[in-house]
């Protein structure tokens, strides 16, 4: 390492080089050192030290904070090691991130950076900060979902034997980050924290998802945002998440899948173990659509009839409190139409939830609805044990229930025991997130089996309207 004092001379000695190198090795300097603090953009020279030594070299971003005001496209580093002392902060620009995000194919949404290759690492040492600046897009967004432009934050596309240590996410914009069409993706020692500072939610700031992707493993991540934990979407094989703290969030999904009929999605081989989830509202997830494209129109989204599998899911030793629906598989997520729920023809099969102990926040452990057209074998409890929160606080509480529907071989016995007990007909179109009585949690919890016809809609994502339609804030 070079001393500082030699780093203060070389800053001195090359005031308008803002990447210093020696062919192998980049330090890239912040503008603001020589605009007397001011916040110029440095995506320009943090592209040239990736043209210079994204290939057999070294990106190195000292402790300072780099202002990041334009998209970058950094995919075709080789044998590259990053690292990240300081911060990174993208403007809040919001016209020009509107007009400038990349896009990443997947359900038209969009990105501020794209980032892959061969052999590369990302390190952060625990000091290592991306910023969002996302307060401003949590402003903009006003509650909506999916706002075309606003872009997922970083996106590893394309890459191949890549090691991400340390870093931390503050703000997010949108999705904190995104994997796409990658093999080999390592994320370890990662926080996350996106939390909004006024009434305007942080909606879709999921901590990740995949997609078209394989052998991608997560270690020690924590994770407080408005949105999906870790999210597996299609196409996406041997996903493996291990001690994943998670605050506030829509827990652990597998989905949405089935959403586009031209592309089928595939998903095999998750594990997801050693989780904490805390105060979130869902927990161990698999979402898919119905079997019948229709339009949602209170999430800015539309689809379904989409094929595919999910296959061989483990969801192994969750500590959750307080919970909105700890368990649950539904294959109408976003469908509330009686003639269109329970049409899916995406198979799930082979799922086990194992060591699922703690609290919900409602009288329901889990609601499980496969699609009468693919009913789904090999679903397995082993110890799960949740008590409502109410219970656990010694309040007056209902008794728990476990509602099922369409699971083959139910009552098997012996080695095909499905130790799921069913309690009564889990609806197919249960809404994803069941906020009633949230936060009175000394007041009755519902029975999902009577929610209200007011409440059976889309409440996943409360836009300004949801309020009046029945759906009760956030529970955060
Ligand atoms: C460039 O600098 C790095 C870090 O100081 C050093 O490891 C490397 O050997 C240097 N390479 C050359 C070609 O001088
Ligand atoms: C990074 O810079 C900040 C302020 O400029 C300073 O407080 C901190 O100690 C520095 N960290 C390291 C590891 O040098
Ligand atoms: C990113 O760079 C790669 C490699 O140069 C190129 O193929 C790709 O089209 C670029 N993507 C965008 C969105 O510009
Ligand atoms: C990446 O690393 C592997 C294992 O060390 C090596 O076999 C491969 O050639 C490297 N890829 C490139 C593009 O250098
Ligand atoms: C996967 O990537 C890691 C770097 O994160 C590398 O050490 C390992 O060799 C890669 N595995 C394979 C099978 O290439
Ligand atoms: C996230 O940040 C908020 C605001 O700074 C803080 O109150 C909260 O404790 C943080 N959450 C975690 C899990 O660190
Ligand atoms: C789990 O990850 C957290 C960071 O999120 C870390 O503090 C803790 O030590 C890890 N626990 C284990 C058992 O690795
Ligand atoms: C997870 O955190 C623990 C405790 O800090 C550490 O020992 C372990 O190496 C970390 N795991 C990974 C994969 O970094
Ligand atoms: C998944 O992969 C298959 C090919 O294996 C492809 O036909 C399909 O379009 C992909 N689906 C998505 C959603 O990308
Ligand atoms: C299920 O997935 C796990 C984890 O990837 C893997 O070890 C196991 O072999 C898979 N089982 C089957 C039957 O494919
Ligand atoms: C979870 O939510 C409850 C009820 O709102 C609150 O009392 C508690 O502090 C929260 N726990 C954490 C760790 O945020
Ligand atoms: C969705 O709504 C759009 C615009 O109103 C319409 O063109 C389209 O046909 C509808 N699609 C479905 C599946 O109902």
Not at 274 to 280: A, E, M, R, T, W
Request: aromatic share 10%.
């Amino acid at each position: 390492m070079l001393s500082a004092l030699l780093l203060l001379a070389i800053i001195a000695s090359s005031v308008t080089a803002w990447v210093v190198n020696n062919g192998t090795t980049c330090y890239v300097y912040p503008e603001s050192l020589t605009h007397f603090g001011q916040p110029v953009d440095d995506t320009p020279s943090i592209l040239q030290a990736f043209e210079l030594c994204g290939t057999n070299g070294s990106v190195i971003l000292q402790n300072y904070t780099y202002n990041i005001n334009q998209v970058m496209n950094t995919t075709t580093l080789v044998n590259c090691d990053v690292e990240l002392h300081g911060e990174m902060k993208w403007s809040d620009n919001i016209p020009y991130w509107l007009g400038h995000s990349y896009s990443v194919t997947y359900a038209n949404l969009s990105t501020a950076w794209f980032f892959g290759g061969e052999n590369v690492t990302f390190q952060g040492f625990g000091k290592g900060q991306f910023n969002g600046n996302g307060q401003a897009w949590y402003d903009e967004n006003r509650n909506n979902s999916n706002q075309p432009g606003r872009p997922i934050g970083f996106t590893i596309l394309n890459a191949k034997n890549l090691w991400m240590d340390g870093v931390s996410w503050r703000q997010a914009q949108f999705w904190h980050s995104f994997i796409s069409h990658s093999q080999n993706v390592t994320m370890s020692n990662i926080y996350m924290n996106s939390t909004s500072n006024n009434q305007w939610f942080t909606v879709n700031t999921d901590g990740t998802d995949t997609w078209n992707s394989r052998d991608i493993s997560f270690y020690n991540w924590t994770v407080e945002g408005g949105d999906d934990c870790i999210a597996i979407k299609g196409n996406s094989t041997n996903i493996y998440s291990k001690n994943i703290t998670c605050y506030r969030t829509h827990g652990m999904p597998i989905g949405s899948v089935g959403q586009d009929p031209t592309h089928p999605d595939f998903v095999n081989d998750i594990v997801y173990e050693d989780v904490h989830l805390i105060n979130s509202t869902n927990g161990a997830w698999i979402k898919a659509w119905q079997g019948k494209a229709t339009n949602v129109t209170n999430n800015g989204d539309a689809g379904g009839g989409g094929g595919g599998y999910i296959n061989n899911v483990t969801y192994r030793n969750f500590r959750i409190e307080n919970i909105g629906q700890p368990i649950s598989i539904t294959q109408c997520v976003y469908g509330h139409d009686p003639s269109v729920c329970d049409t899916s023809r995406l198979q799930i099969s082979n799922v086990t939830w194992e060591n699922i102990t703690g609290t919900s926040h409602f009288d329901v452990a889990s609601i499980i609805h496969c699609s009468r057209l693919v009913p789904c074998p090999g679903l397995k409890f082993i110890d799960v044990n949740i008590t409502t929160v109410n219970a656990s606080l010694g309040r007056p509480s209902l008794p728990q229930i476990q509602l099922c529907a369409n699971m083959i071989g139910q009552n098997a016995t012996g080695e095909d025991a499905t130790n799921i007990p069913c309690h009564g007909f889990a609806p197919n179109d249960m809404p994803n997130v069941l906020y009633r009585n949230w936060p009175e949690l000394s007041s009755e919890v519902i029975l999902s089996v009577v929610v209200p016809e007011a409440q059976r809609n889309n409440c996943l994502h409360p836009g300004p309207n949801n309020t009046a339609a029945g759906c009760d804030p956030p529970p955060y």
